[in-house]
């Protein structure tokens, strides 16, 4: 997945909107894989809508827009996630324009208190 894909990706980053790292620190790894799949070599795929990177030294999430329409769900979990964890989320206007609207749910966070 292109970094530069323009409309079709936000990237969340694991950093709070007041400059704290994350935690747990593999947050991106557990969401990553959850939605990732074994080839048929035995090795895990991450999925072509959800893949984890490095920014800046910052473990990110990049979420590409074929998610939401592929997975609602998953989408929806992953940018409430954000949302409620005060991750800083790059891109925050497509999410509007891609249909969606943030919400507070208290039920979305499972990786906080891991």
């Known amino acids: 997945m292109s970094h530069n894909a323009g ?7 694991g950093v709070c909107e007041d400059g704290r790292k994350f935690r747990p620190s593999d947050w991106v790894e557990r969401i ?8 048929p070599d035995h090795k895990l795929r991450y999925s072509e809508h ?4 490095i920014i800046n030294g910052a473990r990110c999430l990049i979420v590409a827009r074929g998610l939401s329409l592929n997975d609602p769900e998953a989408f929806s979990f992953i940018l409430q996630f954000a949302r409620k964890n005060q991750l800083r989320i790059q891109e925050e206007h497509l999410i509007k324009e891609w249909g969606y609207e943030l919400s507070d ?6 990786l906080a208190n891991a």
């Open 7 to 13: 409309n079709n990706q936000i990237i969340i980053e």
């Open 32 to 39: 990553s894989s959850a939605l990732a799949s074994f080839g």
């Open 50 to 53: 959800v893949q984890p990177c």
């Open 105 to 110: 749910d208290d039920d979305n966070d499972l």
